[in-house]
């Protein structure tokens, strides 16, 4: 698996989430197997550079390569400002955003709503490959299967994608207006597949070993790329890519494994975006590795409380601590399941 000169060990990928992928949580789906992360998306506005949210999405400090930066935008000329800015800054690889379904981006033509006006996507992408070339630097495009459900476009304009030199193209099986109610649908990836000759990767509903494989055999895509469904299960980048690889699942980790892994997550984000802001940021991160075991509702609500950092993560460690007596031997998925049976 190859984007532009960049050889990937393998094809399972972590999708670029606002709010999420952070580059604490990249490094640490890294570790755990996804062969490539992009960050969250990073607005194209230079007024906005100095604003200590967009500093934080601009930080790559000790991250693993390639380092792939996300940019979102309307104008061509913004798009490829952006573009030289970021790559000035650490950034390997450009990712167009043209898949991003939220109100508040697409209700200023950026994201998924670029899919309305073809011309004007193209133009962007045009724009941002040139303003990459003189650093050798790939730019990919990840969209949707168009605005609207009965208006799929995505064919359409990866192949123009493709021409402009865009050179891998990741496809959201759902339409603009779909956001992500319903089911992914992969026909379109599928399509697309057959379309272009630079690398397509699937993405949509992904959430698990078995899931991976059969989007793969139903697209024919080169990769899989996981977003929501890793949230919280980190460890399923390296669960996919070894049933891939194998034919086989690994077994599940161990609730001590669980605690490192959350510890060291913590600590990482702390370091990021300080005391104030990490003990309220680092919350939606441990309500979703906590979700489903016994007490979870409310441990959360009792975190909730919790406004210091050195007390938020011994709450968490303690709480696990106790999870993992209750578990004995049994996996942190055996004491999932075992309480939503109970429940």
Not at 91 to 106: E, F, L, S, T, W
Not at 157 to 186: C, F, N, P, W
Not at 198 to 226: C, E, F, H, W, Y
Request: charged fraction near 20%.
């Amino acid at each position: 698996m190859r984007i532009g000169h960049y050889e990937l060990p393998h094809s399972v990928f972590a999708a670029p989430m606002a709010g999420v992928t952070d580059r604490p949580y990249r490094s640490l789906v890294k570790q755990l197997g996804a062969a490539y992360a992009v960050s969250e998306m990073v607005t194209s506005r230079s007024d906005l550079r100095d604003s200590l949210k967009t500093s934080r999405r601009l930080d790559h400090t000790g991250e693993s390569g390639p380092i792939a930066v996300q940019i979102a935008g309307t104008d061509a000329d913004m798009m490829a400002e952006a573009a030289t800015y970021n790559l000035q800054r650490g950034a390997q690889i450009i990712d167009i955003n043209m898949g991003c379904p939220a109100k508040k981006v697409c209700n200023k033509w950026a994201g998924s709503a670029l899919m309305q006006d073809e011309p004007l996507a193209i133009s962007i992408i045009e724009a941002v490959v040139k303003a990459a070339l003189p650093f050798g630097a790939p730019v990919t495009l990840k969209m949707r299967t168009g605005w609207r459900c009965d208006q799929r476009n995505a064919v359409s304009l990866a192949k123009q994608a493709e021409s402009a030199g865009v050179q891998m193209i990741t496809v959201h099986g759902r339409s603009r207006d779909q956001g992500y109610k319903g089911q992914a649908e992969y026909d379109t990836i599928a399509q697309v597949k057959s379309a272009v000759s630079v690398p397509v990767v699937a993405n949509g509903d992904i959430n698990s070993p078995q899931k991976a494989q059969q989007v793969l055999q139903l697209t024919g895509a080169d990769a899989v790329m996981i977003g929501r469904a890793a949230q919280g299960r980190p460890w399923l980048f390296r669960e996919i890519h070894h049933y891939l690889a194998h034919g086989t699942l690994l077994a599940p980790p161990l609730v001590a494994e669980v605690k490192r892994l959350l510890m060291h997550h913590l600590e990482d984000h702390y370091s990021l975006y300080g005391s104030f802001t990490g003990v309220r940021t680092a919350r939606k991160h441990i309500a979703w590795y906590v979700h489903g075991l016994p007490g979870a509702t409310e441990f959360r609500k009792h975190l909730n409380a919790i406004e210091d950092c050195q007390k938020q993560s011994l709450a968490v460690a303690q709480y696990l601590d106790v999870i993992g007596q209750q578990a004995d031997r049994l996996t942190y998925a055996a004491s999932v399941n075992e309480m939503e049976t109970t429940q």
